[in-house]
């Protein structure tokens, strides 16, 4: 079997990611702070940050998972997942995006022990009280 064509489309997907690396290494040191380079000097509006969001998580559960929820669910998962993923879209955008911009913090790992200990517990609340089938 000749698998040419798909080592060149494996190729040129890991190469186009490198191009543009090596592209914006070379223009120039535009961003001179961590801050500039990680948070784009938080100058980006909210709705754009939200677009991000969904279309990384998106991109990774297609990967992942999409084939085996539609092989054994059927058709509409995908029907569910492309309505939803707006609806949390727009969520993020509504109320987290700006309440961590008015906190400052850059992610949900600098949230307090407390708020974390107090999802993992209703997290865990949750596995026991919907799911006895287990």
Not at 35 to 60: G, H, P
Request: hydrophobic share 60%.
């Amino acid at each position: 079997m000749n698998f040419v064509e798909d080592y060149a489309i494996f190729a040129i997907s890991l190469l186009i990611p490198v191009a543009v690396g090596i592209y914006f290494v070379c223009q120039g040191g535009r961003q001179k702070t961590t801050t500039e380079f990680l948070l784009a000097d938080k100058n980006q509006r909210s709705w754009m940050i939200a677009l991000s969001l969904v279309a990384s998580y998106f991109s990774s559960v297609l990967l992942l998972g999409t084939t085996a929820e539609v092989f054994t669910y059927g058709i509409q998962y995908i029907i569910f997942a492309f309505f939803s993923y707006w609806i949390v879209a727009a969520i993020a955008h509504v109320i987290f995006i700006p309440m961590f911009h008015r906190v400052k913090i850059t992610s949900v790992n600098e949230v307090s022990c407390v708020i974390l200990f107090l999802v993992f517990f209703v997290l865990v609340l949750n596995i026991f009280l919907f799911r006895l089938d287990y």
